[in-house]
């Protein structure tokens, strides 16, 4: 008696009939339609996508080259832009003495120069003087019955030094272990007269802010020396503590006031400030620091004076500084003044007077840095190298760029090498899947017109002569190579340096003479803004008058620009392929057409799985009758053997 079973498998939900006992495979008949219908129409369309992501990909790189070239000389702010003049006109100002320093501009001539310098420009100041802030000192008597196995830390213009007291009986004792730690003649340690309580005071010009605290390990014996609650542990001042805080630590005489409602008020060159008595010494600087009032307010901590110092040199910037009410801060703390003084130089044996140590005379700046008994000579000259850098360099680049757009477009697509569809894949290895697509994106951009009409616009810039000038590239040793050299630069070193030697205006205008026509509306032809807008008339008309430089900018504009033209397009390659962080980045003819490939593959899946499911549906019946028949078979078996 024979028997016959169904094989079952559920995908997606859905329960197959995939095999009969009579050994036929369902899966795999199934699975081979299916790659033969796939291969009608799903890959072509998938590798056709693909090819169009891999062309948009060889054109991105390609516009993100031309915009880094752009960026780099056609960009008037680069330092190495070939459209600005003044990078054509270079002169280096050199000075024969440290007191003066010069520099020089493009409207400068070469030639020498001598001057003098009688006085230097100064800014005015208002300060206190001499060191606002108390000496250190105790706050309590000392004793030195307990101070065995103690120190102090004693800090001496930000070096610290330990003061070990295990020796103190006395005052006497006390300043041998300090001239111990930090040297003798530095500090004087006594006793104040009226109150018997330390004090710590500079003995040498040299030390400036002096401090003590507690040691970072052991015990420490300030409070046995008095130097405990209220003790003043530094000569210089907290800038972070309040002014009430800081009142108390003042070393004058005259107490500091606050008005009735505990505040400052101030005029400082016309301008009223108030400060709270809570308000830190910081907040009450930056505050005005940063009000324009034609002041900077300090607190140096080396020389303890509080200072304010006008914002710029000369006679003419004075600072005026009053109180108001009842406070008394520019009184107590602002006593002393010094006027500005106006820069005195003679050059050329002219004599000059000026507010500031700084002058520009013909192009060259000159800045008085200390005064001189002895004439300066400046000696400005032709900067010829950085000329020629500036133009060397350009050239490497645009050979570089060209030949990076003549590789691409003179590679040959290799039929044998389309994409690999997902089948293709699943039976490689990465190594070998990689080896390949190298070999499919070759020639992505094989004699693409587009990149052609650019370098060919390119090449014909560099040929064409310039309005109104006589000078060429070749003229200053700029050629062309051979045809099959693509259109590369070559650089005659000795010839384009003598160029820049003997007439460095005319190299400048070969690159940077603008146009000086208008268009038809009244618009003038000139600069970079118009381009976009211009018509082809206009843009004819502005190439013939322009300079090389220019001439290329319009070119790149062509063909990169985000901005769109009177036609309303983008650069040509933007409408092509598009750039990252632009609308173009979406709005391009390849995104178009990607995106015409992904809706096709869509409905074509679609159509393939509703085919598959038709084929299971085929199989399910058949399997199910040739059950239903081998039951029946089976069953009359059964029967005709009973």
Known sequence: ????????????????????????????????????????????????????EWTQEAYRSIITDIQDFSSEYFDVTSSSSIMKASNFLKYTATSTDSAVSVTSSSSASTGTHTLTVSQLATKATVSSGSSISKDVQGSTAASYSSLSDTSFVMTLDGTDYTVDLDDVSDLDSLQTAINDAVGSGKVTVSEDASTGYLVITAADDGVQEISISDPDSGTSGLTELGFGTDAILSNRLDTSDTLATIADQLSTDTALEFTDDGEIELTINGTAFTFDQDDTLDEMMSEINKADVGVTMTYNSISGQLVLTADDTGAGNSIAVTDSGTSNFAAVLLGSSTAGLDAKMTIDGQSLTRSSNTITIDGVTYTANQTTTDDVTVAVTQDTEGVYDLISNFVEAYNTLIATINEAIDENADSDYPPLTDDQKEEMTDDEIEDWEAKAKVGLLENDSTLNTFLSDLRTALIDSVSGQTSTLASIGITSGTYDEDGTLYIDEDTLTEAIASDPEAIMELFTQQATSKSSSGVSLAGTSVVRTLSSSDLSTRYKEEGIAYRFYDIIQKNISTIRDSAGNKGTLLEKA?????????????????????????EEEDRLDEYEENLYDKYTTLETYINTMNSQLSALSSMTSS
Do not use: F, P, W
């Not at 028997?3 to 009939?17: D, K, L, Q």
């Not at 990252?580 to 869509?602: F, M, P, V």
């Open 1 to 52: 008696m024979s028997t016959s079973s169904i094989t079952t498998s559920t995908v997606n939900g859905t329960t197959r009939v995939t095999g009969l006992s009579s050994g036929i495979d369902v899966d795999g008949i199934v699975e081979q339609l299916m790659t033969a219908e796939k291969a009608q129409k799903l890959n072509k369309l998938q590798q056709k996508e693909q090819t169009a």
């Open 578 to 602: 598009g750039t990252e962080g632009d609308a173009s980045e979406t709005d391009n003819t390849l995104s178009t057409l990607l995106d015409k490939y992904e809706e096709e593959i869509e």
